[in-house]
């Protein structure tokens, strides 16, 4: 057995199809065909029923998958470790924000990042933290920046928090609710509001229960949308109103065209954003530096939400397995 065969075999686990698979590994149906058959003698137990054209996992499958993700995973760390020392900072850094993140950090991380270390190939994904985290799991990414509530208790990721969220509901500078104290939300409700973000369901079944409002949370809103950008423009050119983070809005927020608005109760929902990478996984040098741009930003962001609160709001830690700090 070596790990070619185990590519083979979670190819068609993860894709259903000998086909798909083929295609994936780059073999002809007959060469996988004959890899599964092989792998299968060998572990003396069949990994697939062939039926209806497609190929059903066994109980043996199922079972032996998770093994076989984590030898394939500690063969690519090691031949990754070796090639760190061999080539220093050169490589590749796939990394994912969501998209209220991505709006603000992405263009300039990318620039530190290609001006510090040139022969760096970047790749970047902007999507849900669910999303991201699957990505991660697959080893599509070396690390995310998202809500770190996805890992909470998951011995394979290791989190670094950088920045503890605030809610709120947000509008332009001047609108006939700035200023007003107590808002309610059948006020809010008199003008069009915007469904904004990557908004998980246990989030959404707090604002609802928070404000009284039946699910689906989204049919309150006049625009459901996950562009920042779009959102943004919306807030600013119009009456609209959106719930937010802070961290969505923080240039807005700076540049004074939005204000946040006094809403009873007020959107007091936990939400820490961190760095989530796999634990165990060797860094490269990039990576550090990556983290570093990380950190630096929300640093800024906090001091621009709030010039009275430290930097050191959130406490740098990183979760490791066992629950163990460093």
């Not at 604002?207 to 996950?226: E, K, R």
């Not at 109103?241 to 946040?260: E, F, H, K, M, Q």
């Not at 570093?292 to 050191?312: G, K, N, Q």
Request: net charge positive; charged share 25%; aromatic share 6%.
């Amino acid at each position: 057995m070596n790990t070619r065969q185990l590519r083979h075999f979670l190819a068609v686990m993860d894709l259903g199809t000998l086909s798909a698979a083929a295609e994936v590994v780059h073999l002809s149906l007959p060469a996988l065909s004959r890899s599964l058959r092989s792998l299968e003698d060998e572990l003396r137990v069949p990994l697939f029923d062939r039926q209806d054209r497609r190929l059903r996992p066994t109980p043996y499958a199922l079972m032996y998958a998770e093994r076989a993700r984590r030898i394939v995973f500690e063969e690519k760390e090691g031949a990754r470790s070796l090639a760190l020392m061999r080539g220093g900072e050169l490589g590749s850094l796939h990394f994912g924000m969501g998209s209220s993140i991505a709006r603000t950090l992405m263009a300039p991380m990318l620039l530190q990042l290609l001006s510090e270390v040139p022969g760096l190939r970047l790749s970047t994904v902007v999507h849900s933290t669910d999303a991201l985290l699957a990505a991660l799991r697959r080893e599509d990414l070396d690390f995310f920046i998202g809500d770190i509530r996805s890992v909470a208790h998951d011995s394979q990721m290791r989190t670094e928090p950088v920045y503890r969220c605030n809610f709120g509901w947000f509008a332009r500078r001047g609108h006939p609710l700035d200023g007003r104290a107590k808002v309610t939300i059948e006020a809010l409700k008199t003008y069009p509001l915007i469904g904004s973000g990557y908004a998980d369901e246990a989030l959404l079944e707090q604002m609802a229960a928070l404000y009284g409002l039946s699910l689906p949370l989204q049919d309150h809103f006049s625009v459901n949308t996950n562009d920042a950008s779009t959102v943004l423009t919306l807030l600013t050119s119009s009456d609209a109103i959106a719930p937010g983070t802070d961290v969505s809005v923080v240039t807005a927020l700076r540049a004074g065209t939005l204000v946040r608005l006094d809403v009873n109760p007020p959107l007091n929902i936990p939400l820490t954003l961190g760095i989530v990478e796999r634990a165990g996984r060797t860094r490269v040098p990039a990576v550090e530096r990556a983290f570093e741009i990380v950190r630096a930003h929300f640093a800024s962001v906090a001091r621009a939400v709030d010039p009275h609160v430290p930097h050191t709001k959130v406490r740098r830690k990183v979760s490791v397995p066992g629950g163990r700090r460093r």
